[in-house]
Structure formats: C-alpha cells, structure tokens
C-alpha cells in the first residue's frame, strides 16, 4: 500500500500463530460402560484461523499410582491420531470407542492428551475419562487368610474388603465375626472381639479395612483361629456378595511362652574368681521372636565388686529358639572375707508366663592365710616360742585357714626355713658349729617345704635343739615361712616367724661348782627372785651402814668423857673431830647381759615377709 501525501509504502502482517486445547463435558468425561459406546472429546484451536494447522491425539494409561486403570483394548480402543484443522476452522471432535465387557470391575480411568504438531498447546493439555461400570456391586473378602501376632503393637486385626462392579453409589457392609469351627478355634471375649462390625464403601471407593480388636491375655496357648465373614449389605442394595470369597480365617499365634532359669535348685555356689552361666528354656509357642530381661540384685555381694551385675540384659529368642545362655563373671579380690551372695531374676514387659524366675548366687572365697598359731600345749606364745636345751626338739603349728567352712579347698606349699638372728644383742643359737671357737651347733633344721592336702589346714614342723652340754646364755634363732603355692589363693600372713629361745640346763657361763640345774651360776634351782650380784650389792650396803654406826658411838662416848675431866675455867679451843672414815663399798659383780627378743621391724628387715593383713577368726 502508498501513502502519495507522505510518499510511503504501508504493510500488514497478519499473526498466523495458533494454540490448542481441549476438553470434554462431564457427560462425556464420566460414562458408564454398556450405556454409551464412545466418548467425545473437544479439541479448539485459538489464536490465527487463516492457516491449516495440526495437533496430535492420543489416549494412554493414568500414572501416579491408580491401580484400577483402564486397559486400551479391553475397556476402549485406544487413540493415536494427527488431527487437521482447515483454514477458519475453530473446533473439531473426537470420537473414543468404549467396550462393554461382562467383567465386574471397578472404576477405572486413561488420559486423553494433546501432543503440538506445528502450533503450541494452551492450558492443560489432557483430560482423564473416567468409565463406571454397568455390571453389578460385588462385595468380597480379599484375602482369605491372615496371621497375626498377639500383643502386637496395634492390638488389633485388619481384615480388607473389595467391592466390583458399580461403585457409583456407597455400600453398607455388616461383618459378623465368630469362632473357627476347628479344635484350636480361639475363643470370643477371651482372644477376640466378637461383637459384629459395620464398615461403609463411600462413593467411587471399592476397598476398606475393618479392625477386629485381639485380646493379649497370659495363657499359654497354640496357634487358634476365628472367622470374619460378610453376612449383610445395605438394605434394597443392588450389591451381591461373593460367596466363594465370602470370609477370612484369621490365625492368632501366641506370645505367651513359658520362660523359667533352668535347674531345680534355687541357689547355686560359685569359686571366687570364675564364671557361672544362666541358662533360660522357652516352651509353648516358639514360633516368633520374644524376648526376656535378666536383672541382678545384691544382697550381700557388691555388684561390679564382687560380680558382673546385669540391669535389664534383653536375651532374646529368635524363633524355633528353646534355650539361651548368659555368662556372669565373678571378680578374685584376693581378700580373705565370707560368702558372699547375689540374685538373678527372669523379668518380662509382654505378658510371658514365668516358671522359676529367680536364682541366688554364692560366692565362695577360696583365699586361705598361712600363719604360725599357738594351740594348747604348744611352747608359742605370740610369735615367740621357749624351749630346754635338754627338751631334744620343739614342734611348730602352722595353720591354713579360709573361710571356706574353714576347709581349704586345694593342695597348696609353703617353704619353711630357719636362720640364726643377726647382731641385735642377742646371743645366737647356731645352726653350724662355729670352728673359731670350737663351740657345738645349737640347733639342727633343713630348710622344706610343707604341702597342704585338700581338707587339711594343719602341719606340724619338729625342730630339733642340740645339747651340748655346756654352761651358756640363752640363745635364739627364727623359724620362718616364705613362698605359698599357688600365691592367688594363700597368702602368708603375721605372725610368718617364731623366734625360738634356747634355755640352757647345764652350768652357767662363769662355771660355778655346784651351780644348780638354772645355768646361772648361783646353785640354786632357779626358784630364787634374786640374783648373786643383787645379794651382794645389798649385803655390802649393810656393812657399810652398820660401821658408820659404830664409829658414831665411839666418837660420841671419847667426847662426853673429855668434856667431864676438862678445867671449868679454862677455855679449852674445840678440836675438829677426824672424818669418819667410810668403807669402800665392795666390787658389784657386773650384771649378766639382758637378753632383748628381736623387735617385728628387725625381724622383718631379715626376711621381709609378703604384705601382711591380720585376720581374727572366733
């Protein structure tokens, strides 16, 4: 086109740009199959009509889950095509073929969409058809069996219905639930509800669940049964029930089983220092996997001490499972102490039926201490012992003992040995002779050792004391104990040494003559309480006190007879009396030596004795 004025060319352009849509009216998009044959779908075109443009049509399957889809085939034909729309042409219709089987079924659905050929596609690009169907409601169960686990954590059964055919239109269903007519039928009001169910099929729904309540009771029980079964539907329902799928057998498998701690007795003993195990049983149903708890309790024993203390250990018996074990460790302490004692029980949170839920432990110390001990009639007292030269030997008690009934319970060792003392002062009684001196041995004792049998908890060691038939000091050695086997269960323990003190019965060391059987050179028979230098000290002080007495008189009677023949008149100067003159006081025989017993601390610094614990038994 020519502007002549302004002298310009003019062109229109013409939008030839087009888009499709499509729809359907809810007559079409909702049919029910037998009452009509096809479907229509609309297809528009907007935007340019001056152009001949295409779009594509084609039917498939609803995704997103929908298990009661339409089958291209079976429930219409399905669609595939290329539709053209002519210049100014605006709309055009399709035409999908519906089938009518004689199958019952559900609803069911397929998509109807558009695919763009040469122009775009506006607002949403396909329709869902939706096809009833013509046939008959059929309620039925639909499965015929279902298991469960009594005391499950819902506490109830869940038995599901369908229905087919027509589901346009909501269903009543009543269940009537009743026992099996079998010989391990459960029974209503004990393992079951019984009371008659009602569930609804509201519209376009074709499956629902009813819940049959389960009674957790604590019986011991086999597997039992009951039936659910559709017995009615809404009254002037054109719904049919199907017979042949009619009920559902619901199994119940028991929870209760019988647990107990294995064994008839209700306590069992233990040695410190070992393991014992728990062993529990299951019977009745072990079908499933259950589960019991052990707990400890003290009594007497201290928990993680003495023992392994359990708080609610979960044992667990997978199914077909009879027996389980668990192990509980006792702890040595190495200290002498009485039996000590904990329990064990069986505890359950799902209503199992417990036998013999408890168990006492003992725990039996099988530690023993090793001493010296003194016994009636025996020359110990404390850790020191006395005997004559001339008494040949002494016999030493060593005792074992435990709190084991005070019966050591194994065959133990422990080396005995004998050493004379070291330098304290104190005279030692020889084991050798000693060849400087000529002097005789004193004693005579090879080093052993002693075994303990099973049950014994006394040994005897004789020690022989050598009579050399020689004036002497007391002398003294030590006896002592060292290296128990086995050293985790006997321990040497105070007093672990005796010092044994040599009283000499022949003449005493300054030999003499007719010295008594004392040894001390008096010659008495020992029963005086005074010793020969005492004697004399005390009879010297008598002398020397009686000749000062004496002097003094004499002295007083010269004085009295001068001052009587003496002038009156005359002053007559004083004369100092002469000093009396004081005896010297007789030589004291030096007192024999003091015989000290070597102090605990000496004797341990000679042989250093394992650590020491005293115990004092009644």
């Known amino acids: ?69 339409a089958t291209a085939g079976e429930d ?30 559900r609803t069911e659905y397929f998509l109807v969409s558009l695919e763009a050929v040469d122009c775009g596609v506006s607002g949403d690009n396909r329709i869902v058809i939706t096809i009833d169907d013509d046939d008959e409601s059929v309620v039925r169960m639909s499965t015929g069996k279902i298991t469960v686990q009594e005391g499950n954590t819902d506490g109830v059964a869940f038995v ?58 604590t019986r011991e029980e086999g597997l039992e049964s009951f039936v659910v079964e559709i017995y009615d539907l809404s009254s002037g329902s054109d719904a049919t029930i199907d017979n042949d799928n009619r009920e559902t057998v619901v199994c119940i498998r028991d929870n209760d089983g019988t647990f107990r701690i294995a064994g008839d007795a209700l306590e069992r003993s233990v040695s410190e220092g070992t393991s014992t195990q728990i062993t529990i049983l299951r019977s009745g149903d072990t079908s499933s996997e259950q589960t019991v708890y052990l707990t400890t309790n003290d009594i007497d024993a201290t928990g993680n001490v003495d023992y392994e203390a359990l708080s609610g250990v979960a044992v667990t018996f997978p199914p077909g499972v009879t027996s389980q074990t668990v192990t509980i460790d006792t702890y040595d302490d190495q200290e002498l102490e009485p039996r000590e004692s904990f329990a064990v029980f069986l ?43 001339s008494q040949g030997s002494i016999i030493l008690s060593i005792r074992r003992e435990g709190y084991s009934n005070n019966l050591p319970a194994g065959i133990a060792t422990v080396y005995v040995g004998a050493r004379e003392l070291s330098p304290t002062g104190i005279p030692q009684a020889r084991t050798t002779p000693a060849e400087q001196d000529g002097s005789e041995r004193d004693f005579e004792f090879t080093d052993t050792t002693v075994t303990f049998q099973t049950g014994q908890s006394t040994a005897l060691v004789e020690v022989d004391i050598v009579d050399d038939e020689t004036g002497e000091n007391r002398e003294a050695f030590e006896i002592y104990l060292s290296s128990a086997e086995p050293s985790g269960d006997n321990k040497i323990v105070y007093p672990n040494t005796v010092v044994i003190i040599i009283e000499d019965d022949d003449g005493g060391p300054d030999d003499v ?106």
């Open 347 to 389: 505890s359950s949170d799902n209503g199992n039926d417990l036998g013999q839920r408890a168990l006492f432990i003992n725990i039996e110390d099988e530690d023993h201490e090793i001493r010296f001990v003194s016994v009636p009639g025996s020359a110990i007292i404390g850790n020191i012992a006395t005997v004559s030269e």
């Open 160 to 217: 599901s219905l369908e229905r087919t055919g027509s589901v346009s239109e909501p269903e009543t269903v009543v269940l009537k639930v009743r026992p099996h007519g079998t010989s391990d039928a459960a029974t209503g009001e004990s393992d079951f509800d019984n009371r008659d169910v009602t569930v609804e099929f509201a519209m376009d729904e074709d499956v629902v669940t009813a819940e049959i309540r389960i009674f957790d009771d």
């Open 513 to 618: 003559p007719g010295d008594g059987p004392d040894g001390d050179g008096d010659g008495g028979d020992g029963t005086t309480t005074l010793s020969r230098p005492l004697i004399v000290g005390i009879a010297g002080g008598v002398g020397l006190l009686v000749l000062v007495l004496v002097l003094g008189l004499i002295a007083m009677f010269a004085f009295s007879r001068w001052r009587s023949s003496a002038p009156a008149a005359a002053a007559i100067p004083r004369v100092a009396a002469a000093p009396r003159v004081v005896a010297a006081p007789r030589a004291v025989a030096a007192p024999r030596p003091v015989y000290q017993i070597p102090t605990q601390q000496q004797r341990r610094s000679l042989n250093p004795p394992p650590q020491e614990r005293r115990y004092y038994y009644p």
């Open 76 to 105: 219409y034909v399905g669609v595939s095509t290329v539709v053209d729309f002519q210049p100014d042409v605006s709309e055009e219709t399709i035409k999908i073929t519906i089938n009518n089987d004689e199958d019952g079924e």
């Open 1 to 69: 086109m020519v502007d002549p004025v302004n002298n310009m060319c003019m062109w229109t352009i013409k939008d030839d740009d087009c888009a499709f849509s499509i729809s359907a009216t809810e007559a079409n998009s909702r049919v029910t199959e037998g009452s009509v044959s096809y479907v229509s779908v609309s297809i528009t075109r907007t935007g340019s009509l001056t152009r001949t443009a295409s779009i594509r049509v084609r039917t498939s399957s609803v995704n997103g889950g929908i298990d009661n889809v």
